[in-house]
């Protein structure tokens, strides 16, 4: 059973990289072929550092997954707590289902709403500059709420009441408790909040389509225009890069926990 | 006597003072966020409606929904595709997660950056690469060629568009499954074997509904983007097959087609709904009876 375990992990991952792999082989392939590699080259990676466009698209998607993404993991995690100690449930049940909807929602849909909110905005100011960062930014922040929300407000829910009042009577006042028991309880849920909202912040195409203009490209944005229509080797290039410098930071990350991780416990013992 | 035991359940004055504050502070604490979503998520919604019930010169009119009937079989389309793919998402990755679960802490972690990585790679990228794989020139074809067999034309079939669904969404279904797994306490599990239950029975008894709550989670993050979707099936499709999200798509590139792609918008909006109340009632009456 064990040993049938280990197998299907690895068929599942192994089905899921093979087209990653196929990518990254083929980014180095000097034809321009994706049947056949024909033979090792950088041409493609050259094509791409030649490419101002791409660095930019690149400046603008880092600038703006931060930012939407730090936005959104203080608004939703003070917006957790707050939502979750409410105990007025006729404030608290619309609230919820309001951050809820663009989770439930459709990314086209979150994606045209705001775009015919700022549509009207920008009607009602008489601009036609509105669309850019800002209004990326705030489509950003919104979709990423209740992906914060919803990481964040179950650790909440988990949080033994008990313990926190056993930290007071072994002597804690309130705000230490907080900080000492129920927080380290609550920030592996913030910080898969705030990675989830990079990570979506990143990746997003489909709303940010919607609500930006041509003078502020995100990367997807960037790609989508480059093979809108034909097949670009140099987009092969740029994912490469993406996974490869993905995995590094996430390797990193791993890393960087399981050495605390040890320290930590090294501490303890001493 | 009864005097001195009341007096003596009192907090001591200055607890009471921060607990007072944290209380304030903890009902300013949603503030923010609520000024948020009225601005940026009802608003918005409410200009939804206003263009779905409106014609190009703004008088109400119902003529965008009554047009709709012409794109009943897109609905129904876009539904089933959802549906299936958002199935083989869970019959693949439910299983995946519990295993995972069952690894070693640091198999976990490598499991848990794999499963990342993917989630982490844009969705066009990844759609892209799958395209390249399959396509008629593409090396799973060419493979096949040189083996003497017929290619396959994945690219370009329903088979194609769902496989890419599959695809593009399968971590989003396990990532939540594998974090309620790993909450999930392991002696409830011995506990239900002490008891008598088989693994079977442990199973749908005891690891399923406690791990429901990632199931919820899993299918609404699969589903949502499955019928959404434009992207997909304009690639894997090869420009064949349209759904709902291509043609709401495409209704926004005109101005003048803004209110059909709004009501377009709203209907499959209140399908989703419809479908997500149901699910999470559903998921609520099992979590009740979970202690």
Redesign the interface.
Same mark, same amino acid.
């Given at each position: 059973m064990k040993f049938l375990?280990?197998c *299907?992990?690895g068929l599942?991952?192994f089905l899921? *990289?093979?087209?990653?792999a196929?990518?990254i082989v083929?980014s180095f392939n000097e034809s321009g072929?994706?049947?056949?590699f024909s033979g090792f080259s950088f041409m493609w990676y050259k094509e791409l550092f030649h490419d101002e466009e791409a660095f930019s698209a690149l400046r603008n998607s880092l600038v703006l997954a931060v930012s939407s993404a730090a936005i959104a993991t203080v608004?939703?995690t003070?917006?957790a707590?707050?939502?979750h100690?409410?105990k007025r449930r006729y404030i608290k049940k619309p609230?919820m289902t309001?951050?809820n909807?663009?989770?439930?929602?459709?990314?086209?849909?979150?994606g045209?709403?705001?775009?015919?909110?700022f549509v009207?905005v920008a009607t009602f100011l008489g601009t036609r500059e509105l669309f850019g960062f800002g209004t990326l930014l705030?489509?950003h922040?919104?979709f990423n709420?209740p992906y914060v929300i919803?990481s964040v407000m179950?650790r909440f829910q988990?949080l033994d009441k008990s313990l926190s009042e056993a930290a007071?009577d072994l002597g804690c006042?309130?705000?230490e408790a907080?900080f000492k028991v129920e927080l380290p309880e609550i920030v592996p849920g913030i910080v898969?909040g705030l990675?989830m909202s990079f990570?979506l912040s !990143?990746?997003d195409?489909?709303i940010s389509h919607?609500v930006s203009s041509p003078n502020f490209q995100t !990367?997807?944005l960037y790609? *989508?225009n480059q093979?809108a229509h034909n097949?670009k080797f140099s987009?092969?290039a740029l994912?490469a890069l993406?996974?490869a410098v993905?995995?590094v930071i996430? !390797?990193v990350v791993?890393f960087a926990g399981?050495a605390a991780d040890r320290k930590g416990k090294k501490g303890g013992r001493v | 006597m009864k005097d001195l035991s009341l007096r003596r359940k009192e907090p001591p004055p200055a607890t009471r003072k921060g607990q007072a504050q944290r209380n304030i502070f903890q009902k300013l604490a949603a503030v923010p966020h609520t000024v948020w979503t009225v601005m940026f998520i009802a608003a918005p919604m409410l200009f939804v409606l206003y263009f779905a019930f409106t014609d190009a010169e703004g008088n109400f009119s119902f003529a965008n929904i009554t047009n709709l009937g012409q794109y009943t079989n897109v609905f129904i389309l876009s539904i089933a595709f959802a549906l299936i793919a958002t199935a083989v998402c869970l019959v693949i990755g439910y299983p995946l997660a519990y295993f995972m679960s069952r690894q070693s802490l640091r198999a976990q972690k490598v499991l848990m950056v794999l499963i990342m990585l993917p989630m982490w790679c844009n969705l066009l990228i990844r759609t892209y690469a799958l395209m390249a794989l399959l396509d008629n020139g593409g090396l799973l074809n060419s493979l096949l060629g040189k083996l003497g067999l017929e290619p396959l034309p994945i690219v370009g079939s329903y088979f194609g568009v769902i496989l890419g669904m599959v695809y593009d969404f399968l971590p989003y279904m396990v990532l939540p499954i594998f974090t309620a797994m790993t909450k999930l306490d392991y002696r409830y599990i011995e506990a239900s074997h002490d008891l008598g239950c088989n693994n079977l029975q442990t199973m749908t008894k005891v690891v399923m509904p406690l791990t429901l709550s990632g199931v919820v989670s899993g299918v609404t993050m699969v589903f949502v983007p499955s019928i959404s979707t434009f992207y997909i099936s304009q690639k894997l499709g090869a420009g064949k097959i349209d759904l709902v999200g291509d043609t709401i798509e495409r209704l926004f590139q005109n101005v003048s087609t803004y209110n059909v792609g709004a009501a377009m918008s709203l209907v499959m909006m209140i399908l989703i709904l419809i479908s997500l109340t149901i699910m999470n009632k559903f998921s609520d009456e099992e979590g009740g009876m979970v202690p």
């Open positions: 375990s280990k *299907y992990i599942i991952f899921l *990289y093979i087209p990653i196929v990518l083929f072929s994706l049947a056949e608004l939703g003070f917006g707590l707050g939502l100690r409410m609230i309001l951050t909807i663009p989770m439930m929602n459709p990314d086209i849909v979150t045209v709403s705001m775009m015919l909110l009207a705030i489509a922040v919104t709420l919803l179950p988990q007071q006042t309130p705000s907080f898969s990675m990570t !990143l990746d195409f489909v919607f !990367l997807p790609v *989508y093979t097949v987009m092969y994912s993406i996974v993905i995995l996430l !390797l791993n399981s | -």
